[in-house]
């Protein structure tokens, strides 16, 4: 079928389906439609059904070339972007048809159309399966490093660590072994995680080792960096000395290998015999054609803490410092805890013409809103926001070298440093613009948000100003949280400690809580429980020669008593074991006994009607349960009743739990108090002669 018929501004009007009086039009616009259409998976479904069921398509000739390549690409990046199931299975169907049907060839660059959809979208796991099995679709095209490479930067903000692993597998299965930029992007992903980074890294060094990759300073500079962000300083030696280590015995050193070892002797005899006999050796090793670089600079200044130190090493080594040498002093500075030092440093690269990056500013911002002592004034905060906005006007490319881990840790220096700060009118405009700023850079991960509320969160003076911050973070990134996220927010705005007395405001609490629920999480019965698992501490820590004593437990008992109220009328919360023991627990600590034994008859005694629903959902009466009824009863002053229950009830029934050592130890403490202790000794041993057996001698005789 030839395109000299087809008028495009005769037909593209009607859609698809409808008839043009010129003959063949109807057919030519069904497969060869306006770009719309094409940016459809209903159009693209629609095409092949009419493929195979059209009679007009006498053979595949009619219809080759009515779609270009760069059609084709369009339609796949369509239906990857999308990455449903039914979408996912006609993009093979659709590389199945290139060839026999369009006439094009599925090439390495159609596949890459696929990997960078697939990534662009968030699709961690159908983009980890497509590059897994991209060998056995059309095409038969092998991954290469630059595939999976685009795999490791998706997975900086859309993944975890663990994922990027599993992908070094997959590629060390398929004859493409993880190189040094690979594990680079590991190096980097580990630095955005909360914890481990010494193990993780330590792993990464074992996995480079055993496959014999050669010596990067480069990675090495990565793995540096990423401990001295997070000021551990020590952790970055011992690290640089394991990685070193491992390229001691390699035989036949390349050139660069070769360097790195005479940075090694210059750097070992400086710290061994001082500073002249550094600089002799290095005369020497001039003679072997070594010519000194960035990296013998960082060896040589592992542990300065002054500016002179780096000029003296620059006159003699005759090369200027980058930006990463005088960062490595300024981060040996901060172990003085002295901002004026740091930033006489600062100052001093910057009168030495070394450009402003993240790089040299991170740590001096860091300096400067640090907390640990006391917090920062707001001329510190001023001038903080200031090298930040100097580092915002670096030329892109400047910008572009900075990991995404670093670009992340500056944020959250600067934003827990502003929220931490009394001036609120001042700060408040400056950390939302921040939060603007890493939605624009795309540093708005879920994850990374997560961190950042905590941290804000953490720094607030009260419950209300901790909630506006989860607040405003949300509004203004506009990232649902993961389920993970939203039970560390939670766990987090329970355990907040402004007083013994503080209740966490459950209407704030259960805003979250639906906030989850809309953006589509699980809500679990333990996110609920933390809630009266707070209280119940606190209750412990309130003493009765408190002045506010009473008025403390009643309003706990209040509290609950809303909790209670508001989940037991809910639809959408099914509420499990340690739910209800937490809840009479909580009520017994604040010395509501009547509302705990309430709970105890409403499990235990109407009809039995509520347990058997209770058990048909997998809920049982425990010891926990047991223990809380028996000291309900006791402080009552339901002596009898406990004894009953535990010397009769307790082991009774297919369900029952038997008696055991904490249950008498409840029981006869409020006895001996009252006592009455021989009295229930005699019942237990009467009617528990086996546990009687055990107890041990405190329990068996008693106080007296």
Request: net charge positive; with cysteine.
């Amino acid at each position: 079928m030839a395109h000299s018929y087809f008028h495009p501004d005769r037909c593209w009007s009607s859609p698809p389906t409808s008839r043009c009086t010129t003959p063949g039009t109807n057919l030519a616009l069904l497969y060869f439609p306006p770009p719309s259409y094409l940016r459809t998976p209903l159009y693209l479904r629609s095409l092949r059904r009419a493929l195979r069921n059209d009679s007009r398509v006498q053979s595949p000739d009619d219809i080759r070339g009515l779609l270009t390549r760069t059609d084709l690409h369009n339609a796949l990046d369509v239906l990857a972007t999308s990455a449903k199931l039914d979408d996912f299975l006609l993009i093979v169907d659709l590389l199945d048809d290139m060839m026999p049907v369009f006439g094009h060839l599925v090439t390495a660059d159609t596949h890459r159309t696929v990997v960078r959809a697939l990534a662009d979208g968030g699709h961690t796991i159908a983009l980890l399966k497509w590059l897994t099995t991209m060998s056995t679709k059309p095409g038969n095209i092998q991954p290469t490093l630059e595939f999976w490479h685009t795999f490791m930067d998706h997975c900086l903000v859309h993944s975890n660590i663990q994922t990027m692993s599993r992908g070094t597998h997959v590629m060390r299965s398929q004859g493409r072994p993880a190189n040094n930029t690979t594990y680079r992007f590991l190096v980097r992903k580990v630095f955005m995680s909360s914890s481990h980074h010494f193990l993780w890294i330590i792993r990464i060094i074992n996995h480079i080792s055993h496959a014999k990759l050669p010596f990067d300073d480069a990675l090495l500079g990565v793995m540096l960096e990423g401990f001295n962000i997070l000021g551990l300083p020590s952790q970055a030696a011992r690290v640089e000395g394991i990685y070193r280590s491992r390229f001691l015995n390699h035989h036949q050193p390349s050139h660069g290998r070769r360097g790195h070892d005479f940075n090694m002797q210059l750097a070992q005899t400086f710290r061994a015999h001082g500073q002249v006999a550094a600089v002799k050796l290095y005369h020497s090793l001039r003679g072997y054609g070594f010519q000194p670089s960035q990296a013998t600079l960082m060896s040589l200044l592992g542990d300065a803490r002054k500016a002179e130190d780096i000029t003296f090493w620059e006159q003699t080594l005759e090369i200027k410092g980058d930006s990463r040498v005088w960062s490595k002093v300024i981060r040996n500075t901060l172990l003085l805890r002295s901002p004026a030092a740091v930033l006489e440093i600062y100052r001093a690269a910057r009168a030495a013409g070394v450009p402003e990056d993240l790089a040299l500013a991170e740590p001096v911002i860091r300096s400067l809103c640090s907390t640990s002592l006391q917090f920062p004034t707001d001329a510190a905060l001023d001038l903080a926001v200031s090298i930040y906005r100097e580092i915002e006007e670096a030329p892109p490319f400047e910008a572009k070298l900075a990991s995404i881990g670093s670009q992340v840790a500056l944020f959250q220096t600067l934003l827990r440093a502003l929220s931490a700060s009394a001036n609120k009118t001042k700060y408040m405009p400056i950390a939302i613009d921040l939060l603007e700023k890493m939605k624009q850079r795309g540093l708005s991960d879920s994850a990374h948000i997560t961190s950042i509320v905590i941290l804000l969160m953490r720094s607030a003076p009260s419950f209300s100003e901790a909630f506006e911050a989860y607040k405003t973070v949300r509004k203004r990134t506009q990232i649902p949280f993961q389920a993970k996220g939203y039970a560390a927010i939670l766990h987090t705005f329970t355990t907040l400690k402004f007083d013994n007395r503080t209740i966490p405001p459950w209407q704030d609490y259960f805003q979250i809580v639906k906030d989850m629920q809309e953006d589509g999480s699980p809500v679990l019965p333990h996110l609920y429980t933390n809630l009266l698992r707070q209280m119940a501490r606190m209750a412990a820590r309130v003493k009765p020669s408190d002045p506010d004593y009473i008025p403390a437990l009643q309003k706990m008992v209040h509290t609950a008593r809303e909790v209670q109220q508001l989940l037991s009328i809910s639809t959408t919360v099914t509420l499990d074991t340690p739910f209800w023991n937490q809840l009479m627990d909580t009520y017994q600590r604040a010395g509501a006994f009547e509302d705990a034994r309430r709970i105890w008859d409403k499990l235990f005694h109407e009809g039995g009607r509520t347990l058997r629903a209770l058990r048909a959902s997998g809920y049982e009466l425990n010891l926990r349960n047991w223990h809380a009824w028996l000291e309900c009863l006791c402080r009552l002053g339901q002596l009898d009743d406990a004894a009953r229950y535990f010397c009769l009830e307790m082991g009774s029934g297919p369900h029952g739990v038997p008696p055991d050592k904490e249950g008498a130890r409840i029981l006869l403490k409020f006895a001996d108090q009252r006592g009455v202790g021989d009295e229930v000794r005699m019942r237990i041993r009467r009617f528990l002669p086996a546990l009687w057996e055990k107890l041990p001698p405190d329990i068996v005789q008693g106080p007296y």
